[in-house]
């Protein structure tokens, strides 16, 4: 069944005389809010469910002005919200029911996560980096776990000692996992395929950043998000995938 926009979305996308529209010309229309937007974002949410375009009979994908709406509210969603899509997809099926939905706050920009851990205004951490008290503290981890995760490679600081802000994140998770006795000795080989997936996207990528053009640079940092995004569910499948039919 072909889904409706949800109210308030906008009519982002119309066409003068109210025609179906192309990928390319869907594109064109989200770029304005959402630079980043590519052709492959806009199949992925597609393949999730998050928007059904019709098809022409010889395959060609063709939207509404309410499919343009539904893709500008995912990916408004997904950009002040940071809501995973199987919530977006709830949300916007509640829209299309009539109901109401409250949405979390906006997210916070990086700096502001940090207020309030003693540091002063102007030495608050940027959205891409942060020091190694702020990483304690952010983390909930001691001096002793981190110094253990760096000596396996886990976290790694830059020259001046600091830390990109996902370093937060990686912490959290290394010491999730330290609950199930997994110790840092046990994932370095987390460590090893990650970076070999990194290793790809750069490859996928290179070319791209090297560019003379700025919006071909931008374009590459957006396909890296998009590819690391991919690859991660790729990597989470094969290890379900795996698990499945291990012999017990």
């Known amino acids: 069944m072909h889904r409706t926009a949800p109210g308030g979305a906008g009519s982002a996308g ?11 010309t869907v594109l064109n229309a989200l770029r304005d809010e959402f630079p980043e937007v590519t052709i492959s974002k806009i199949r992925f949410l597609e393949a999730e469910g998050l928007v059904e375009p019709r098809r022409t009979p010889s395959g060609y994908r063709k939207f509404s002005a309410d499919d343009v709406a539904r893709l500008a509210a995912v990916l408004r969603m997904q950009r002040d919200h ?17 109901e109401q939905v409250s949405l979390p706050a906006p997210a916070a920009p990086a700096g502001e996560l940090f207020e309030g851990l003693g540091e ?13 008290a702020e990483l304690l503290a952010a983390a ?8 253990d995760w760096e000596a396996y490679g886990l976290i790694v600081p830059d020259a001046d000692g600091g830390y990109d802000i996902e370093a937060v994140t990686v912490a959290r ?15 370095r080989a987390v460590k090893a395929a990650a970076e070999r997936e990194a290793n790809l996207v750069e490859q996928v990528v290179a070319p791209l950043r090297r560019h003379r053009n700025p919006q071909t640079r931008q374009h ?6 998009e590819l690391a995004t991919l690859s991660v569910r790729l ?12 012999p017990t």
């Open 140 to 147: 909930e981890v001691e001096e002793s776990e981190l110094a």
């Open 120 to 132: 002063s205004a102007g030495d608050l951490p940027t959205a891409a980096r942060i020091g190694r």
């Open 220 to 225: 590459a940092e957006a396909t890296a998000r």
């Open 173 to 187: 998770l290394v010491a999730e996992l330290g609950r199930f006795g997994l110790e840092p000795r046990h994932l």
């Open 235 to 246: 990597h989470a499948a094969l290890v379900q995938s795996a698990l499945r039919v291990r």
């Open 14 to 24: 119309t066409t003068s005389d109210g025609k179906l529209m192309s990928i390319g």
């Open 82 to 98: 940071y809501l995973p899509l199987k919530v977006i997809r709830e949300h916007l099926d509640a829209l299309a029911r009539g």
